[in-house]
């Protein structure tokens, strides 16, 4: 098969793409979906686990109420209709990950089915994305390949790790969505981050995809321009940013197009996206349905809905996603271009937090927009996976406000944060990064660069004032960004005996 792609505008000029997305949601409840094993990130391998997790012989499940009652609110945002009742299923196949040797899930008795959701692109065109179903299951562990690349091909061992074997999921499948055209890698952009938003809203997962609480399996294929036949899809595995879906779609489009270019066929499979080389490579043979031999959970009984039940969640929803945006609009002052880039760059949430843990509007803007942003675009990840909190961007300001340090100062204690050396004071403490506040030091510090700048002194006697500019510079160099720079021209002023 060929290995070349064609360009987008290429493949846009003569196919339609089509698109499917199956999302992956990580629940945040105490205890897995079948178990009372602590549902938890990061803790020691092989610790949160129990005889179910593990699928010993003659254990016996049981479903998590609150993980249910979290399905029906997801349903709900999302429009669906909720089953009166619904079934677990056994998905059989094996997978050194799986212990049990099949996944307990739903098949053909969800617990929602039939709903719909809005997505707004960065231009504000509005697209509605049909939703086929959002089902329970359950995660499988994670495996760690060793050697090689760390992926599984060239590794020398496997190291499996059953914490989060158990753990509770949704997973939300559309219908296959037509008519995106060229937009399609934004709409699947936007569609993970609209899941992603909604899923927060409620407070049903932490919703932080560099974990994996939000993952994407991305569904691409192509049909001739102006055909209405579906072509053969492939399914991008566990893409697991915003920005990579975005990028996998687009280069799905780009390689489906050369392979039908050429005359070949499309191969029905998995694919696996690598971030380093922005580019897919072949997983296995993707299975259809009859493939997984689905049966009933004989160990579950089916999820039983009331009107009442479902009623009661409905009324604990939290205010859709369009009029949360209109009121925080309002509430924050932000112009409607000003808001349109919050909401792009995807860190309204953010700053909603970042408000309610103390910071002005004005402060939380300027910094996730700013800084915060700049440095996740170098690191190529989204703000929010950035490891900077709303507790961090207060407390920043904070010491700022109290003239401990300095924009440019605080600038360097981020960074310093996001890779994990504490919290903004604890690294002010440790890299000795406070602002020079002693009299005395400054004083000094004034009096060497006048020494050093004796025709700048000179001008600034003659009531040339600006150019107290060039000295404040010296001595901000001098005191590695550290001085106050409004006490240091007042120094330069004094000294020189001239009217600020």
């Not at 937009?183 to 938003?197: G, Q, T």
């Not at 050429?262 to 296995?284: F, K, L, M, N, P």
């Not at 509430?331 to 309204?348: K, Q, T």
């Not at 240091?488 to 009217?499: A, F, N, S, T």
Request: aromatic fraction near 6%; include cysteine; hydrophobic fraction near 35%.
């Amino acid at each position: 098969m060929s290995d070349e792609i064609l360009s987008f505008d290429e493949a846009m000029a003569k196919y339609d793409p089509v698109l499917g997305f199956e999302v992956h949601v990580e629940l945040n409840t105490k205890t897995k979906m079948f178990d009372d094993a602590p549902n938890a990130f990061g803790d020691e391998p092989n610790t949160n686990i129990t005889p179910v997790s593990l699928g010993l012989p003659g254990v016996l499940p049981k479903v998590n109420g609150t993980a249910v009652e979290s399905a029906i609110k997801l349903g709900l945002a999302l429009g669906c209709d909720i089953a009166p009742v619904s079934h677990f299923a056994r998905k059989n196949y094996f997978y050194p990950d799986t212990p049990k040797n099949f996944q307990t899930s739903q098949y053909d008795e969800p617990i929602a089915e039939n709903g719909s959701v809005d997505i707004e692109l960065e231009d504000g065109t509005q697209f509605t994305v049909e939703i086929e179903r959002a089902h329970m299951e359950e995660d499988a562990g994670k495996l760690s390949h060793k050697g090689g690349a760390g992926r599984i091909q060239g590794a020398e061992y496997s190291l499996v790790d059953y914490n989060r074997s158990g753990v509770p999921l949704i997973e939300i499948v559309t219908r296959p969505i037509w008519g995106a055209g060229e937009r399609a890698p934004e709409l699947a952009k936007a569609y993970v981050k609209a899941i992603r938003e909604i899923v927060k809203n409620l407070g049903i997962s932490d919703a932080r995809m560099e974990r994996g609480n939000v993952r994407c399996d991305a569904n691409v294929s192509l049909s001739p321009k102006g055909s209405e036949t579906l072509g053969t899809r492939t399914e991008t595995k566990n893409v697991n940013s915003m920005r990579a879906v975005e990028r996998a779609v687009r280069y799905e489009i780009c390689r489906h197009a050369a392979v039908l270019d050429a005359g070949e066929q499309i191969v029905q499979e998995t694919r696996h996206w690598h971030e380093d080389t922005r580019e897919t490579t072949s997983g296995r043979p993707k299975s259809d349905a009859d493939d997984y031999r689905y049966f009933p959970e004989p160990d579950l009984v089916p999820v039983v809905t009331n009107a009442e039940w479902i009623e009661r969640l409905r009324a604990e929803l939290p205010e859709p996603p369009a009029e949360r945006r209109r009121r925080l609009q309002a509430d924050w002052g932000y112009s409607d271009e000003e808001f349109r880039d919050v909401v792009n760059a995807g860190v309204m949430t953010e700053i909603e937090e970042t408000i309610a843990a103390g910071a002005s509007a004005s402060v939380a803007r300027k910094w996730w927009m700013g800084e915060i942003s700049r440095l996740a675009k170098v690191r190529e990840i989204d703000p929010g996976d950035l490891g900077a909190s709303p507790e961090t961007v207060v407390e920043l300001d904070g010491l700022i406000q109290e003239g401990k340090i300095n924009d440019k100062i605080a600038r360097q204690v981020l960074e310093h944060v996001v890779d994990g050396e504490g919290t903004p004071g604890e690294v002010v403490e440790k890299h000795g990064l406070a602002v020079v506040s002693d009299e005395g030091e400054l004083s000094s510090a004034v009096d060497d660069a006048l020494a050093n700048m004796p025709d700048v002194a000179e001008k600034i006697r003659g009531g040339k004032v600006q150019a107290a500019g060039a000295v404040v510079g010296q001595v901000m160099k001098a005191t590695r960004g550290q001085a106050d720079a409004a006490r240091v021209r007042e120094l330069i002023l004094e000294k020189l005996g001239v009217e600020g």
